[in-house]
């Protein structure tokens, strides 16, 4: 399997995505699925700056990536799956159930409405219903920012 | 040159954790010059949030952003929001010597002092 992680974070690509995990996982590709940023060439351009050259960065709307998600899977690079929101994660999820399976939300910060769950994980109480909700439908879902850091299952998120 | 890139500058250092806050704490007690430099940290925030703090602190200019890294959230985030504005303008990679050089150089234009500034904060990195 080559899609490795499936990650929510609202900063999408940056240095704990790039590094953090990048190194440890030995990425070579990354998927960042957002619908705006697909459509925005100069947006691209500034995520690419955040990447070193021997990764690939693929930019992909929620339908083109949820039509791709079988052949990322099937193929050798690999690949760490981004969405800036759980929405967006939560669509995959019902594309391809098979594929996506464990959720990592490894940044969601505050605004307002939210609560901190985590110093890197702040939801609304709607937000955490949906997730439970997402869980009770088959998802593995844990938030974890970086590799050295615990797996806390979301059952433990209050 | 317009009037308003006559006006004093302002800097704005945006880094992660409490670095921003640090390094214009130290560049305020080498230079003297305090209150002109504003700290944005993204810690915290989500990408609205921080172009939000960002855009609250350059406030309407002229000004010029320091960002920590060449790439990343803070980038994107001041580029996002600043990018078409004419009296501001980002530098990369801020160190001390970058704004010690930039409160010397706050009545030239942004371009001018973001170029001054970012000449001054490369040549600050040697192996001795």
Known sequence: ??????????????????????RPLGLDRLVLVD?????????????????????????????SASAHLP??????QRTALLTGDIESMAALYAADHDTVKLINL?????????????????????????LRNLAAEGAEVV????PTAPAIDLEAIR | ??????????????????????LIDAAEQITGARGFLTPVSNTGCDRGALEERIV?????????????????????????????????????????AMLVDFLFHRTLPPAEAAAHAAASGGNAIKVP
């Open chain 1, 1 to 22: 399997m080559s899609l490795l992680l499936f990650r929510v974070d609202d900063r999408l690509i940056h240095g704990q995505v790039v590094l953090g995990w990048g």
């Open chain 1, 35 to 63: 619908d705006a940023v697909a459509a925005n060439e100069w947006e691209q351009e500034l995520y690419r700056m955040a990447v070193p050259a021997n990764i690939e960065v693929v930019f992909a709307s929620i339908a």
């Open chain 1, 71 to 76: 052949e990322w899977k099937a193929d050798r």
């Open chain 1, 106 to 130: 490894g940044g969601l910060h505050h605004r307002p409405g939210r609560t901190e769950r985590l110093p890197y994980l702040y939801l609304t109480d709607d937000e955490l219903a949906f």
């Open chain 1, 143 to 146: 938030a974890q920012d970086v």
């Open chain 2, 1 to 22: 040159m317009s009037n308003a890139a006559r006006e004093p500058l302002r800097g704005i250092v945006v880094a992660h954790g409490s670095i921003a806050a640090a």
């Open chain 2, 56 to 96: 609250t602190a350059v406030g309407p200019g002229p000004a010029v952003v320091f960002v920590d890294m060449a790439a990343g959230s803070c980038l994107i985030a001041a580029l996002r929001r600043l990018r078409e504005r004419d009296d501001v303008r980002v530098v990369t990679g801020v160190n001390l």
